[in-house]
C-alpha cells in the first residue's frame, strides 16, 4: 500500500515536469483582423477600474487553489495587452507576487501592436515587472500589411521594434507567412530582413484560414485571391527552418525558433504540459488540485466575464476533472510539437501503458521519429505530418 501511495503521489505532482505559469487575457484590440480567430473585440470605452478589481479578484480564487506553489511565468495575451494602462499591469503583477512565490527568473511578457507602443508606455510596463515583449509585426511590407487588416506600416514595425529594444532585453517578432500573392523568394527576404533586426526569437505561422473569420467567409465566397499552393507554403515551411537555423535560431517548436536559453518559458509550460492559471474571457487553464488535473474554460464575450466575476466571484464558465488517460494524450500532442519531445516514462505513468513498441519502431523506422534513451523526439519531417503521426500513435 506504501508503494501504492508513493506511485500516487508521482501522479499528482507531474504538473512539476513542467512548471506553473499564469495567462491574463486582456479581450479588446483596435480593430479585428480579418484572419484572426482569437478572443478579441472592438470596444469605443473600457472601464479600466473595473477590469482591473476583475482580475484580481479571479488571481485571489485561484491563488487559495494554488497555495504555495512558485510561479514561473505570467503572459499578457490578447487581444491587444499593450493598451492597457501601464498601472492595470502594475497591480496584476503585485497581486500575483502576493498570491505566489516568484521563480527567481520569472519570465513575464505582454504582447504588442505596434501601433499601440509608445516610449513612455513601454518604460510604465517595464517599470512594472513586464521583462519580455512579443510584438506582433505579421509582415514587413505595406501592401501585405493593408491585406491583413494591421494598422501599422513596416516602418512603424521596425520603429516600434526600436522602442522595445531599448525597454526589454528581450523581444519576440510575430510574422505570418504563405500571404496572399506572396511567393518562396518574397519570404525568404523577408525573413532575412526580420533576422536583420538582431532578433532572438520569432514566432512564424502559416495563415491558416479559419471558419468564422472575415477570411473564411471570403475564401467560401470564392474571394480570398493569390493564396499560395500547398507546394509553395511547404517550401516557405522548409526556407524558414534553413534561414533560421543558419541565423543562429533553430526551431524548438514547430512555429518558434530561438537563440538557446531565448526560447519563450510561458509557452514551454504548455507545451510540457505544465499547469497554468487562465484570467480573463475566454481563457483556458489547467490546474493540479487535490491531486487532480482539472481543465478551466472561461466565459467568452467580455461584459459576461467581468459581470460574472464582480456579481458571483468567478469568471469560469466550465470546471472539469481530466482523466490520466486524457492527460498523457494530451502530453503527447503538446509536447512533441516540441524538437525536444516527450519523455516515455512519464507518458507512461499518465497512460497506464506505454506506447506499442511496434508503433513506435514504425514511425522511427519511417523517419518520422527518433528515440534517445527514454526520450522520444519528432523529425522535421515528423513535425510536418504531426497530426498523421498522432494519429498513429493514439489509436
Known sequence: MLLQNSWLVVLTEDWQNGGFGLYVHWPFCQSKCPYCDFNSHVAAEVDESRWVRAYLSEIERYGKQTQGRTLDSIFFGGGTPS????????AI??????????????????????????AGRFKGY???????????????????????????????????FDIAKKNFDRVSFDLIYARQHQTADDWRKELSTALDL??????????????GTAFGDRYDHGKLAGLPPDDTAADMYDITQEICEAAGLPAYEISNH????AESRHNLIYWQYGDYVGVGPGAHG????????????????????????????????LRNFVPMVDQATEYLMMGLRLSSGINLDRYEKLNGAPIPSLKLTQMCDDGFLIRQGQNLLPTQSGRVLLNAVLRELLV
Open 83 to 90: 493598451l492597457m494602462a501601464p498601472e492595470t499591469v502594475d
Open 286 to 317: 489547467r490546474i493540479t488540485v487535490n491531486g487532480t488535473k482539472q481543465a478551466t474554460e472561461t466565459y467568452l464575450m467580455p461584459n459576461k466575464w467581468l459581470t460574472e466575476v464582480e456579481e458571483n466571484q468567478t469568471g469560469e464558465s
Open 198 to 211: 538582431a532578433l532572438d526569437h520569432l514566432s512564424l505561422y502559416q495563415l491558416t484560414i479559419e471558419a
Open 126 to 160: 517595464r517599470d512594472a515587472g513586464v521583462n519580455r515583449v512579443s510584438m506582433g509585426a505579421q509582415a514587413l511590407n505595406d501592401a501585405d500589411l493593408k491585406r491583413l487588416g494591421r494598422l501599422h506600416t513596416a516602418k512603424e514595425a521596425t520603429q516600434a
Open 93 to 118: 503583477l503585485t497581486k500575483a507576487r502576493e498570491t505566489w512565490n516568484i521563480s527567481n527568473n520569472i519570465e513575464i511578457s505582454l504582447e504588442a501592436n505596434p501601433t499601440s507602443i509608445e
Open 258 to 261: 530561438a537563440r538557446p536559453g
